[in-house]
């Protein structure tokens, strides 16, 4: 014969136990939802298990207007788009450091670069590929405002996607995902570059 | 009631005036004088030289903050103004597309500019980057000059002349020992104007490492006297031209 406390303890054990169940799963779900909420907020990092090799960027000289080339060594993804906006990071992040010759306020730089094959309309005369560089509205705040400083930006972004994919016929920029006029009100941002609109280590 | 008195003569002119005047042309008019014998034109009459100057932003888009008390708008107008009397001065004929801190659209700027049939535009643009003065033709390559153009790729029919106005503009300034930085970009309302047309930036004087401000007056002395110069050559061989 079961006494009357030994089944109140068994129950009470029990619906313990249900509930510590439904605590512990709880627990789980959250700690899931942070691990992929961190995962998506890093910064990309591409390097993990990627041999580094060379990259040209063509850096502005607000002084003299000039666009020179820079090699520098980085690991790469292997995506194509991955692979564009790690290199535009580096460059804007160039721009940002002290002793810049084409000085840009730290800011969050390019939000993605999205590769299109050419021609989108039978009729369209250049062959190749449009990169279509989103810029964030952070980077259009930051930026000095004047046409050689726009201007030599544009030409710059041009000139290393043009160095290091060569398949880029065509470029457009949008800021956070919307047509804009100006850069910082005077580059046009409304039209379509040429990718050899950059005039490699020419003056402008 | 004279009033209506004048009104109706005044409507009866209005009616027989078609009456009288279909009378007129009723019977066949007698043929013409036969027109003098061509003769060759010795006196060429030359279309005005006039130029154009615009003065970037104003209104709400003030532009680049040059200083903490001195903004793109303010100081370009400013230039616009005194570059105006200058040539003005010299007798050449000036339309400003701004003469007030006034918000002007590209598309009112280009239609002005273009409206004028100007020798040479001037756009106006000031900066904190970088030294002396920047010098921007359009980008837009050359295409041939049709009677209709384009309106946003119009300045491509005038690529060719506007390089060689900024290399007038070139000139001048090296002469006043300004440094000038050459380029090309995209940039309305320029791409739009149906003349030769140059974007002229100006930044501060940084010569080993001692800067001239923007707002120092001997310094805009010099780069409004070396614009002025630079127009009265484009206007001496504007007259040369075929």
Redesign the interface.
Known sequence: MISRGQRILFWALLVSSVVMAVVLLRMRERAMDRLLASAESMPLNPSAGRPAQNVTMMIANDMDGSLQPATQNLALPVDGNARAHVILQHLILDYARPNSKHPIAANKGVNGIFFMTLPLDPNQVIPGTEAIVDLSASFVAAHPSGIEPETLTLLSILGTLHANFPQISQVRFLVDGQQRDTLAGHADLTRVYLATDSPGVKHL | MRWIEERRCLAMVFILAPVLAGAQTTPPPPPPPAPPPAQPSVLKTSPRFGVVIDAA?GGT?S???LSDHLL?KDLVLTLSVRLRSTLGAHGIYVVTTRESDGAVPALNRAEAANHVGAAACITL???????GV?L?TS?LTQIPLTRFLPWETAQGAYAEQSLRLSSEFDSALTHAEIPV????????PL?SFTCPAV?V?L?PL?ISGKVTALSDPEYQDRIVAALAAAVEQWQRDWRQQP
Do not use: I, K, P, Y
Not at chain 2, 125 to 131: Q, V
Not at chain 2, 181 to 188: D, V
């Open positions: 932003h888009d532009g680049a903050r793109e643009h000031a900066t904190t980057s970088g030294t920047h921007f980008s930085t050459l380029g090309r970009t995209a940039l309305q791409d974007a930036e930044s940084n």
